[in-house]
């Protein structure tokens, strides 16, 4: 048994020793992969749930590496995370999907929402306030259109200084979402504490509507609770017509997933989305 308990703790270290050195080698090859232009943002559309109109579109974030190929985001994004990195990183996905709605406002001569994800490290820099001041500046972003999305992590460690953040951005018409609405512990304190503006209900509920009373139950309540607070509910991850009828009838405000359309690269969203569908 003491054999046995020695090599399980060896197999153990070695493990964690593995995951250790292939996080820092991440790091490393995520630290130059901005400047060799590996990094691109890709968008995923929103579209309303009363008529099916595009409103707006998610950014996230694509990393193909020239060895690795395809990284998915949640596999760098915590890499980018627990190093200053997600802050440069995140200053320039927030620049490239602001420049890319603002062509598409003038393009469709009408509103588009751009929401874009900031990690809670990324939120709690020094200067968060300013680069989005300056962004919305930058490319006279009106009210309303744009939102940033948070997960309820961020709200753990400093709610006083997250929340005037939230408010400094509430004044100067940047929306804030909670991401991922429903994965959490204690969402629902969350709603009335910070100045929230949207939920997005997390995919795994939608996923289950189908077969699962309780999910539906689920969706229900959380949306005539968001409603009963004036918050806007957005559902993503939609991806049969029976989810998206169930949604509508339940009046969510905007649908996101493959149903609509995946997160494509900027050049092929203006073709599929923006060019020739007036808003
Ligand atoms: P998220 O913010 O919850 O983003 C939604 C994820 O759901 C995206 O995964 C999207 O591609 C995927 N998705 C959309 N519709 C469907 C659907 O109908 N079915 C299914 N199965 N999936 C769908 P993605 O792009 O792989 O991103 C994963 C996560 O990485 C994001 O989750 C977000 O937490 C993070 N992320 C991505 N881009 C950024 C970024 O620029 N900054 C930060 N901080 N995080 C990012
Ligand atoms: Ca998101
Ligand atoms: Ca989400
Ligand atoms: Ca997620």
Partial sequence: AKEAGRNTFRFF?????????ARMEMERQLRGALERGELEVHFQPLVS????????????LRWTHPVLGRVPPDRFIPVAEQSDLIVSIGSWV????????????????????IAVNVSPRQF???GLVDTIRACVDKYA??????EIEVTEGLLIRNPGEVRDAMLALEAIGVT?????????YSSLSYLRAFPFHTIKIDRSFIRDLSDDAEDCALVVAAI??????????????VETEMQSRFLTRQESDVLQGYLFGPPIAAKDFFVDWVQNRPG
Avoid: Y
């Fill in 224 to 237: 005539r609770m968001a409603r009963a607070l004036g918050l806007k509910v957005v559902a993503e991850g």
């Fill in 176 to 184: 804030v979402a909670l991401d991922d609405f429903g994965t959490g």
């Fill in 124 to 126: 709690s820099s020094p």
């Fill in 94 to 113: 927030l620049d490239e999907a602001c420049a890319q709605a603002a062509r598409w406002r003038k393009a469709r001569n009408g509103a588009f929402i």
């Fill in 49 to 60: 749930a009363r008529d099916g109109q595009l409103v707006g579109a998610e950014a996230l």
């Fill in 141 to 146: 972003i009106p009210h309303g259109q744009l």
């Fill in 13 to 21: 270290n070695q493990k964690i020793h593995d995951d250790s050195v």
